[in-house]
């Protein structure tokens, strides 16, 4: 089955998809935290959460840029967010991670700070 969402609200019931993916949306999410819960709520238990996000990168230089141009890019971008800490925010949704990958993808430093994992319903 496949459905497309806007991911703050899934109209889906709970524990009832094996796998769930985002790719660059997280940053655009209003309510990020409601959406991950969401996720949670309707992965079943061992069920995964896949993700490529972009987010705030750890180098502190690379992520005042992040702050300054957040408020124009959110106008911009339809809402994204470069400052989105997006490791922690996927590790405190009560979901396990279980694998991630950072690294910094071509382009701009502050645009192009990459989270790729998974993280698993107990």
């Known amino acids: 089955m496949h459905h497309v969402v806007n991911g703050q609200e899934l109209p ?4 009832s998809f094996d796998h769930v993916l985002t790719t660059w949306t997280l940053c655009t999410i209003p309510d990020v935290e409601h959406a ?5 709520r309707v992965l079943r238990p061992g069920g995964s959460f896949h993700f490529v996000e972009h987010g705030r990168s750890p180098d502190l230089k690379v992520a005042r840029w992040q702050d300054r141009m ?3 890019q959110r106008r911009l971008a339809g809402g994204c967010h470069l400052n989105r800490p997006i490791g ?3 590790a405190d949704s009560g979901l396990d991670l279980t694998r991630m990958e950072n690294y910094y993808a071509k382009g701009p430093k502050p645009f192009g700070y990459m989270f790729e994992g998974r993280a698993t319903k107990a």
Do not use: C, F, G
């Not at 889906?12 to 524990?15: C, F, I, K, M």
């Not at 991950?36 to 949670?40: A, R, T, Y």
């Open 12 to 15: 889906l019931d709970s524990a």
């Open 36 to 40: 991950l819960s969401e996720i949670h």
């Open 70 to 72: 957040t408020p124009l």
């Open 88 to 90: 922690r925010l996927v």
